[in-house]
Every structure is written in C-alpha cells, then in structure tokens.
C-alpha cells in the first residue's frame, strides 16, 4: 500500500515537471525553477525518512524518501494544474 501512495506521488513530480515549461514566464527561469523544486524534494523527502521516520529500513526508507520528494511537488502540481485548465476553459 505504501509503495502505490509513493507512486502517486511521484506521479505529481513528473506532472509538475513536465507542465512547467509551458507555464514558466520565460525560458530562463525554467532551470533555477526545476532546480529549486529537486532540492526541494531531496530536503523533504530526507527529512520524512530520516528524521520523521527514523525507526524505518531498508526499502521501506527509500519508500519514505520518495513519497516526501514526491509530496514536496505537490503545490506547484496543482497549481500548474489549476493554471493548464483556466487556459484550457477559456
């Protein structure tokens, strides 16, 4: 069960990066952004693994990792989410 909600999560990740070029204001800020959104998720997901989770091994920690670097791009998902569908409605 936790390795189908990890895998959800990292769907959110890729969602956000893959949308992220057609909403990014202009072509030089999509590096810094991208960037800034994987050492986003690094920080998140070792913080849920190693210090949230600290009793956790094995695969069941690498789980955690994810599903934190995953959950760290939940935000800018759903608002790249909300932004594609305003422009597709309209």
Same mark, same amino acid.
């Given at each position: 069960?936790?390795?189908?909600?990890?895998?959800?999560?990292?769907?959110?990740?890729?969602?956000?990066?893959?949308?992220?070029?057609?909403?990014?204001?202009?072509?030089?800020?999509?590096?810094?952004?991208?960037?800034?959104?994987?050492? #986003? +998720?690094? @920080?998140?997901?070792?913080?849920? &693994? $190693?210090?949230?989770?600290?009793?956790?091994?094995?695969? !069941? /920690?690498?789980?955690?990792?994810? #599903? +934190?670097? @995953?959950?760290?791009?939940?935000? &800018? $998902?759903?608002?790249?989410?909300?932004?594609?569908?305003? !422009? /597709?409605?309209?």
């Amino acid at each position: 069960m936790l390795w189908i909600v990890v895998l959800m999560s990292l769907l959110l990740a890729v969602y956000a990066h893959y949308r992220l070029p057609q909403h990014a204001a202009k072509k030089t800020t999509l590096w810094p952004t991208r960037i800034f959104l994987i050492v #986003l +998720g690094l @920080g998140v997901g070792w913080a849920l &693994s $190693a210090r949230y989770f600290p009793m956790t091994e094995g695969s !069941d /920690k690498l789980a955690m990792f994810l #599903l +934190g670097f @995953g959950i760290a791009h939940f935000p &800018s $998902a759903c608002v790249l989410f909300l932004k594609y569908w305003r !422009d /597709k409605t309209t």
